[in-house]
């Protein structure tokens, strides 16, 4: 999965594997490359406690409020920010600024009318 941090478009598979969304931010387990999860399926499963957190919340850079001030996490979920030469994911604390920034001009969350279809 090749990212083009210059462009507006999303890789291929770049897709939330529960409900199929394209084009919006997504968020991957902390310790592996997927499944990635859009805002609304990963809020559906919950936090660290199990406990579903409104999606809602997520404002326009993909950050929530948390007991510890904003945050871009989703419980055990960090923003999935594909690297340009295709190998995987950026860790968490290694983002370049260009992919920081590729992945807050992307929509937190579909839109209401989102069927999974393209």
């Not at 919006?24 to 406990?51: T, Y």
């Amino acid at each position: 999965m090749i990212a083009d941090y210059k462009s507006s478009e999303v890789p291929r598979r770049y897709l939330c594997a529960d409900c199929g969304a394209r084009g919006v931010k997504l968020w991957r387990p902390a310790h592996d490359d997927s499944p990635l999860r859009c805002a609304d399926c990963a809020c559906a499963r919950g936090g660290i406690d199990g406990l579903p957190i409104n999606a809602g919340s997520i404002d326009q850079d993909g950050r929530r409020p948390s007991s510890y001030g904003r945050t871009d996490q989703i419980g055990m979920l960090l923003p999935a920010v594909p690297d340009e030469e295709g190998a995987g994911f950026w860790g968490y604390t290694s983002v370049p600024d260009a992919g920081v920034l590729w992945w807050r001009r992307l929509p937190s969350r579909r839109h209401a009318s989102f069927r999974g279809e393209e």
